[in-house]
């Protein structure tokens, strides 16, 4: 298993180098301002989707762990939400650089923007809640009633209010009658960038699930150690079997802090 | 039902024995309110900016009640013989009941002050009563599961407010779409009116919305 997710990570790794490659191949956008730099759409827009798909997703997750109770939902979803605000953030920043290019400033009011910030405040109190409550199970229920309270909003301010008639916004509308307006050529390079920021996006959420579930387990085993010693304090240090490289590197920590044993 | 009108009478005499909440909640809105019209009392205020600043006196007074709800209980310690003796529904509904009653008073109040001391006009006022009927639906419904979310947390008071003002952005705008044309927005032909009471109605949907949840959520929230 280690070694195909590895084998994932190369190849997205490889796939975004030759991507972005491709993104300076392209042709200039003439009806931009500044027609080189419009290019940053093939990260901006790919970037801003994947963002609200992964917010959706760690939403539907949260009713995934109302529903069962098992924790690996509320690990899902949590993994999802952070992996889905990184991007959200990179959609955020790429769109304030290109707004100070094409419209001549950092922030402009533009429906979009204004809604897709709303939009990170509202996962930005996710966050702050999560981090308000100690234990983990009200912690998971808690925050996974707010994530399914706050679907309407999130729906409302992403793919609502922004197409709304009375709605002004500077952004050029790019999906006309289920189509991307954009040439051909723009319209293949986009469409693989897409895809790649997706791979990349779900692959993090995957090594964030993992990494949540190792942490997890761990606590598992510090609580049913403490308990075997019929002690209230519990261990600080986990037994953590060493490779021979951090052997090694633990034996070299010995010597040089004068220790006599190697610590475990 | 005799259990909510039980909870609903606690909540009452809860709020009339330690009057501090109402209070503040007054004063917090009265001052808001005399605080725009001071800044604006040189200038004509047009439906549009009305609506926006009438907006912020209505969540803001609704934000200071927050607390109040669910906050209160959990720091007396009284939250436990809730849930031992009264059904979950019964809590929920007593709470929102008298949520409800609270907002749509305060509104009132506010409002009236509003309309008086900037002196404006109300040229629609069934368009206006539809959109403080369903602020008053909308606030009354996210500020009670919110605040229950909040109790259980380590800063309580500031994570409440935290919590509800980003899930009422969508009020926030079908209600400023629907007061402005009722305070007297230029109306660009019966699409836009049209459009006004769309508003005003979505406000009251999104309002019972979030009312007929409430309880599925809450349920969740309250068991321990």
């Known amino acids: ?264 | 039902m005799r259990a909510v009108l039980a909870m609903l009478r606690k909540e009452w005499r809860t709020e009339i024995r330690a009057a501090a909440g109402l209070f503040t909640a007054a004063v917090f809105a009265a001052t808001c309110v005399m605080a725009i019209a001071a800044a604006t009392f040189t200038t004509d205020l047009r439906g549009d900016t009305a609506a926006g600043l009438l907006w912020v006196c209505l969540l803001f007074s609704a934000a200071v009640g927050i607390p109040r709800r669910f906050l209160g209980e959990e720091e007396s310690g009284t939250a436990l013989l809730l849930r031992l003796m009264v059904p979950e529904e019964a809590v929920y509904w007593g709470k929102w009941l008298f949520s409800f009653a609270e907002t749509v008073a305060f509104s009132a109040i506010v409002s009236t002050l509003f309309l008086l001391l900037t002196s404006m006009s109300v040229p629609n006022p069934g368009l206006f009563g539809v959109g403080m009927l369903g602020s008053a639906l909308s606030l009354s419904g996210t500020t009670t599961l919110c605040s229950a979310i909040a109790a259980e947390s380590k800063n309580r008071s500031g994570l409440a407010a935290t919590l509800a003002l980003p899930l009422l952005v969508p009020v926030i705008f079908f209600g400023i779409a629907a007061l402005r044309v009722a305070l007297g927005a230029e109306v660009l032909g019966p699409r836009t009116l049209d459009e006004a009471w769309r508003a005003g109605w979505g406000l009251v949907g999104y309002g019972i919305a979030s009312v007929a949840i409430g309880p599925t959520f809450f349920a969740i929230v309250w068991k321990r």
């Open chain 1, 1 to 264: 298993m280690e070694t195909v997710n590895r084998l994932v990570i190369g190849l997205l790794g490889a796939l975004m180098a030759v991507g972005t490659a491709a993104t300076f191949m392209v042709s200039d956008a003439p009806k931009f301002q500044a027609p080189e730099l419009a290019r940053i759409v093939f990260w901006h827009l790919p970037c801003a989707l994947v963002g609200s798909f992964l917010w959706l997703a760690g939403q539907v997750c949260a009713v995934g762990y109302l529903h069962t109770k098992e924790a690996r939902w509320d690990q899902r979803s949590i993994s999802a939400m952070e992996v889905g605000t990184l991007f959200g953030v990179l959609a955020m920043v790429t769109g304030i650089l290109f707004s100070k290019v094409q419209w001549g400033a950092w922030w402009n009011w533009d429906p979009r923007q204004s809604s897709y910030l709303m939009v990170l405040l509202i996962v930005s109190a996710y966050f702050a809640l999560r981090a308000s409550v100690d234990e983990p199970g009200r912690r998971a229920s808690l925050s996974g009633v707010y994530a399914v309270a706050s679907l309407v909003p999130v729906l409302f301010l992403t793919f609502i209010y922004p197409k709304l008639k009375v709605v002004q916004t500077l952004h050029p509308n790019v999906i006309q009658g289920g189509e991307l307006t954009f040439d051909p050529q723009y319209r293949v390079v986009f469409y693989a960038m897409l895809l790649l920021i997706l791979g990349l996006g779900i692959s993090l959420v995957n090594l964030r699930f993992r990494t949540l579930r190792l942490e997890s387990a761990l606590d598992i085993q510090d609580a049913e150690l403490a308990n075997r010693d019929h002690s209230a304090a519990p261990r600080v240090v986990r037994p953590l079997s060493l490779s021979p490289t951090d052997q090694s590197a633990a034996s070299a920590i010995g010597e040089a802090f004068g220790a006599t044993d190697h610590p475990r």
